[in-house]
C-alpha cells in the first residue's frame, strides 16, 4: 500500500486530499509545516509527498531538493494556490514528478500518483536488482547462456543514447530492465518518466505524452499542461505496452523522436526534447506490422537495439537465486525472520512452469512468507498448484 505524505498548512484541503486518498486506498501522513515533513521523511514513511510550494516556515522547492538529492525514489507532487506556468516550470526543472494548480482537481490527483505509484514500482525493482547483482556486475549467479546476453547487452547498452525495445512474456523482468538501463546511463541523476500505454485512453495518452494547452478540448481545464515527453526532457522516458498505442499517434511518435521536437495539443509552437527513449512489449510486434496495425518505420525506429528477455521456464537454475533475493527484500516488510526454503519446497518451485514467470514467483513468495511462522519456507506454503506439480 503506498503512503502519501501531504505537507500542507490549510486544514480544509488537507481534509478534502485525504478523503480522496482513503477511498483509493491510499494511507496518508499529514505535515502542516517543512520541519514537521522533514522529520517525517527521516523516520522513511513516506513512498508519495504531494508538497505545497508557500508554507509557514519556508518554501517547499527546499523540502523537493533534498528528496531530489537524498530520495530520489520517491516522486514529489507540487500543489499550489500560487502556482502559473513559470512555477510549474521550474518544479520539474528542480526534479518534480508533476505539478498540479490549487484548488486540486480529485481526477487529475489520482492520475497523478497512479503514474507516481509506476515509479515508486520501478525504483522497488531496481533495488531488488541491485540486491541481487553480484560483484560480477549480474542480477543473479545464473548459468543460462540466454541471461548472461540479457547482462551483456545492458551493460553495453545502458551508458549509450540509443533507443532500446524490451519484449519477452509478461512478468519476465521488463520494467527491472529499464530501471536499470536507467541507472547506468548519463541521465540517471534525473528521474525515469514511465507510463504504461494500455492503461490509459487513446486521447487521454495524447495529452500525458505531449501535454495539451489550456481550453485544447473539453475537459482539458484552463491551465496549460506539461506532457511527459517534455517532463523525460534530458532524461529516459519509458513507455510500457507500446504496441497499443493506436496509429495517428504512432505518427506523432514517429515525427518527435525523428525530429526531437513535440508540439502540445491545441499547441503551435514546437519544443526540442532531449530523451532517450526505452519501449516495452509482450506481443509480436512484427505481425502487427504485417496486420497493418503498427507502423513499420516507427518500429524499426524504436528498435534501435532489442532486448528479449526469456520466460523464466528457460532459466529454471536461476530460481534459488531469485527466491532468495526476494526472502531477503520482502521478509522484513512483514517481520518476518525468514532465511531460506526447505528442500521439498524448492524441488516444487523448480518443477513448476511459471506461466506468470518472475513476477509469479516473487508474488509466490510473498504468499508463502505470509503463511510461514518459521525460519524456512516449507512445501504447504505454496499455492495448490505448485504443490501438485511438485508431488511427483
Same mark, same amino acid.
Do not use: C, N
Given at each position: 500500500m503506498t503512503t502519501v505524505l501531504i505537507v500542507e498548512d490549510e486544514p480544509t484541503p488537507r481534509k478534502f486530499i485525504r478523503k480522496i486518498l482513503a477511498k483509493k486506498g491510499y494511507e496518508t501522513i499529514e505535515a502542516e509545516t517543512l520541519s514537521a515533513a522533514h522529520k517525517v521523511l527521516d523516520q522513511h514513511a513516506a513512498d508519495v509527498v504531494l508538497l505545497d510550494v508557500q508554507l509557514p516556515d519556508g518554501n517547499g522547492f527546499t523540502l523537493l531538493e533534498r528528496l531530489v538529492l537524498e530520495e530520489p525514489g520517491i516522486p514529489v507532487v507540487v500543489a499550489t494556490g500560487y502556482g502559473d506556468i513559470d512555477m510549474a516550470v521550474e518544479a520539474m526543472q528542480n526534479g518534480a514528478f508533476d505539478f498540479m494548480a490549487k484548488p486540486i482537481d480529485a481526477k487529475r490527483l489520482l492520475r497523478s500518483l497512479e503514474h507516481a505509484d509506476e515509479h515508486v514500482a520501478l525504483h522497488r525493482e531496481l533495488a531488488l536488482l541491485r540486491n541481487e547483482r553480484g560483484t560480477d556486475g549480474h542480477w543473479v549467479e545464473s548459468s543460462a547462456d540466454v541471461m548472461n546476453e540479457v547482462n551483456d547487452l545492458i551493460e553495453r547498452v545502458g551508458p549509450t543514447p540509443g533507443s532500446v525495445l524490451l519484449t519477452g512474456e509478461t512478468g519476465t523482468g521488463k520494467s527491472m530492465v529499464a530501471a536499470l538501463l536507467h541507472a547506468r546511463s548519463p541521465r540517471a541523476k534525473k528521474t525515469c518518466v514511465t507510463i504504461n500505454c494500455a492503461a490509459i485512453s487513446d486521447h487521454m495518452l495524447e495529452s500525458e505524452l505531449f501535454g495539451h494547452e489550456a481550453n485544447a478540448f473539453t475537459g482539458a481545464g484552463t491551465r496549460?499542461? &506539461?506532457?511527459?515527453? +517534455?517532463?523525460?526532457?534530458?532524461?529516459?522516458?519509458?513507455?510500457? #505496452?507500446?504496441?497499443?498505442?493506436?496509429?495517428?499517434?504512432?505518427?506523432?511518435m514517429l515525427r518527435a523522436l525523428e525530429e526531437r521536437v513535440i508540439r502540445r495539443v491545441g499547441g503551435t509552437k514546437e519544443i526540442k526534447i532531449d530523451i532517450r527513449l526505452i519501449t516495452a512489449t509482450n506481443v509480436n510486434i512484427p505481425q502487427l506490422v504485417d496486420d497493418g496495425e503498427f507502423r513499420e518505420d516507427?518500429?524499426?525506429? &524504436?528498435?534501435?537495439? +532489442?532486448?528479449?528477455?526469456?520466460?523464466?521456464?528457460?532459466?529454471? #537454475?536461476?530460481?534459488?537465486?531469485?527466491t532468495g533475493a526476494f526472502i531477503r527484500n520482502i521478509?522484513?516488510?512483514?517481520?518476518?525472520?525468514?532465511?531460506?526454503?526447505?528442500?521439498?519446497?524448492?524441488k516444487a518451485l523448480g518443477a513448476y512452469f511459471w506461466p506468470g514467470n518472475i513476477r509469479e514467483l516473487r508474488n509466490t513468495i510473498e504468499r508463502a512468507l505470509l503463511l510461514c511462522d518459521g525460519s524456512e519456507?516449507?512445501?504447504?506454503?505454496?499455492?495448490?498448484?505448485?504443490?501438485?506439480?511438485?508431488?511427483g
Open positions: 496549460r499542461k &506539461l506532457g511527459l515527453m +517534455e517532463v523525460a526532457d534530458g532524461s529516459t522516458l519509458f513507455l510500457d #505496452e507500446i504496441s497499443t498505442m493506436k496509429a495517428d499517434l504512432q505518427a506523432k516507427l518500429y524499426w525506429r &524504436l528498435k534501435v537495439v +532489442e532486448i528479449r528477455m526469456p520466460p523464466l521456464r528457460d532459466r529454471m #537454475e536461476d530460481i534459488p537465486g531469485l521478509a522484513p516488510d512483514y517481520g518476518k525472520d525468514v532465511t531460506g526454503v526447505r528442500p521439498r519446497a524448492m519456507i516449507d512445501f504447504a506454503h505454496l499455492p495448490e498448484e505448485i504443490r501438485q506439480t511438485g508431488k
